[in-house]
């Protein structure tokens, strides 16, 4: 029996490994949480704006900017992107002592997020504005909005439902990205599975941190899916509302 | 008034540069209704984009109320923008604000406070008979409807000049009667000066009072709509007047036509009216006609003058009487 459970659960004894989950779990869970959303926050406080300037700066956009700065930012995206994350986070080292003073803790591990994900961010928000129609920003010129006012007005109410879904996306990947903190001493979930469920063999351990971030996922996935549909008015569905809009109109005909 | 001064506008493009406008001079009066038709590609819609410069001319002047807007900074011409309101093919209404919402839009811009622009709004939705729709998104609006409260939002800037950008062409033919009737309903009871362009002679018909015909981004004519109708002088003219065909060879070889009578009625002299109306003596080369309490029905053949402005004229004015179709006869011996 014992046999059998070393071949499932690792070699530390079930009891044990019980025992450990119960003392750490709620704290890495608690880190993991606050990790993930305060770099999504982080992301978005400098990911949107860049975004926004991706699609208004260009050429032909509503606030155009000088070609070679564009250049820049694009490049300086695409170079930040392709550094893979694990690397990354090694690299930025010297910017978490310089911001915090120290380089390992769950603080410290939300800076190389950060650095990873904004430009992630920047390109998501990029592509939902991009799907906005051209005719209404046409109007809203038209109509004589400044450009900030087509911003604020036009381009991110009409893009919200895209730019949540973009958020849900942005959040998923940043909470992946925060599980391998556990190289450079952040906390979390991830740091469980793998110091503790992986290399102390508590194979019980990496189960069941690997079914909580199952579970984080998809509830994550499916707020933002609603709050989008929820959000997004282009779509007549047959919501309770809707339903009710068409009885009023057959009551009135 | 708006003043169009020696306008014109090139697009660069990868094979040389594209001339969309050449030279267009064009002035409307304060409460005109002032068509701009063409084919499509003639240049209306960047001509009709000029006047509130979302595309700037390459050359010339924009003069409105005596003020050059190409000459304006872009905060003054932000602020000119707000009188000149536009509406166009796809409406372009603020998907997901309500109705009255997007009717607010221009106001909220303009920095009316909320109430005032609400009440406002519902004024507007009155206006254009729309007033259950306050709440409705744009999505659950047929497209007339759409139109409609585009229109209201277009009101909601208190503008002195409405442009229409082939407003109805995204449209069936009744509904973009109601559209046109309510734009011409605007006109007159507001005073606002309207500028529609389109493809559709039927539309000039309907509610302009002056027609610019613009081909190929040169203005070919412009007058009252009776004079452009009337006596078109360009190509470009008779072939908008004149859409099925009506081409001086053709009618120089088969001025013989066949008219239908389908029940209109009997009485009204169609053949002298040709004659006192439009000037057009034509000669009556074979008929097989009756009268069935008081409706025409038969056909019957004429030979017209050789001049093709009078055959066109002529088919111009049977083709607009009621219950009569026209033909022309191209293998006639007599």
């Not at chain 1, 992946?176 to 190289?183: H, L, N, P, V």
């Not at chain 2, 979302?54 to 011409?77: F, H």
């Not at chain 2, 009737?181 to 389109?198: A, E, F, P, S, Y």
Request: hydrophobic share 45%; aromatic share 4%; charged share 20%.
């Amino acid at each position: 029996m014992d046999e059998l459970f070393g071949t499932f659960f690792g070699n530390t004894p079930v009891s044990q490994q019980l025992a450990y989950l119960q003392a750490a779990l709620l704290e890495n869970i608690w880190e993991t949480v606050y990790s993930t959303v305060l770099a999504t926050v982080f992301a978005y406080v400098i990911g949107l704006p860049l975004g926004i300037i991706l699609v208004t700066g260009e050429p032909d956009g509503i606030r155009p900017l000088p070609r070679g700065l564009m250049r820049v930012l694009n490049f300086v995206i695409n170079i930040l992107r392709s550094i893979p994350f694990l690397i990354l986070m090694i690299l930025v080292i010297p910017l978490s002592r310089l911001i915090l003073h120290t380089s390992i803790g769950t603080n410290a591990a939300i800076i190389p997020l950060v650095v990873a994900s904004a430009p992630f961010v920047a390109r998501l928000v990029e592509g939902s504005l991009r799907e906005s129609d051209a005719g209404v920003i046409e109007a809203a010129k038209a109509m004589g909005c400044t450009p900030f006012q087509i911003v604020r007005k036009v381009m991110l109410p009409e893009a919200l439902p895209s730019l949540i879904t973009g958020l849900t996306t942005a959040t998923i990947t940043i909470l992946s990205y925060g599980a391998m903190s556990a190289t450079i001493g952040g906390g979390g979930l991830g740091t469980l599975a793998i110091n503790n469920g992986y290399q102390r063999r508590m194979d019980l351990i990496l189960y069941v941190t690997v079914i909580l971030l199952i579970i984080l996922v998809q509830i994550i996935q499916s707020i933002g899916t609603r709050v989008a549909n929820r959000l997004d008015h282009r779509i007549t569905k047959a919501t309770p509302k809707a339903k009710r809009h068409k009885a009023d109109k057959a009551g009135i005909g | 008034m708006i003043e169009l001064k020696h306008i014109s506008k090139v697009f660069p493009t990868a094979d040389g540069d594209l001339r969309a406008l050449n030279d267009i001079n064009l002035t409307i009066g304060d409460g005109d209704v002032f068509g701009i038709v063409g084919m499509s590609g003639a240049g209306k819609s960047t001509l009709v984009r000029c006047i509130n410069l979302l595309e700037r001319p390459t050359q010339g002047q924009v003069v409105i109320d005596s003020r050059d807007l190409c000459a304006m900074p872009e905060k003054e011409l932000i602020r000119q923008r707000r009188s000149i309101a536009m509406i166009f093919q796809q409406f372009n209404l603020l998907m997901q604000r309500t109705c009255l919402k997007n009717i607010c839009f221009p106001m909220e811009i303009a920095g009316v406070k909320r109430a005032e622009a609400e009440q406002r709004a519902r004024e507007y939705l009155d206006i254009v008979g729309l007033p259950d729709k306050a709440d409705a998104y744009p999505a659950q609006l047929s497209g007339g409807q759409k139109q409609r409260i585009a229109i209201a939002r277009a009101l909601a800037s208190d503008p002195k000049i409405l442009l229409c950008d082939e407003a109805t062409s995204a449209l069936d033919p009744k509904t973009t009667r109601d559209i046109l009737r309510l734009v011409k309903d605007i006109n007159q009871r507001l005073g606002i000066t309207v500028v529609v362009i389109t493809h559709e002679m039927a539309v000039v018909e309907e509610i302009c009072s002056h027609v610019a015909i613009l081909d190929h981004g040169v203005l070919q004519e412009t007058g009252t709509v009776e004079e452009i109708f009337s006596n078109p002088k360009t190509e470009a003219g008779r072939r908008l007047v004149y859409p099925d065909g009506v081409i001086l060879d053709q009618l120089r070889a088969a001025n013989v036509i066949r008219i239908a009578f389908n029940g209109g009625t009997s009485y009204d002299p169609l053949i002298a009216s040709l004659a006192i109306d439009c000037g057009v003596k034509a000669n009556i080369l074979g008929a097989d006609t009756r009268n069935v309490n008081g409706q025409a029905f038969g056909t019957m053949l004429l030979g017209l003058p050789d001049d093709p402005e009078q055959i066109a004229k002529a088919m111009h004015y049977i083709k607009s009487q009621p219950n009569i179709t026209v033909e022309e006869v191209r293998d006639y011996h007599g």
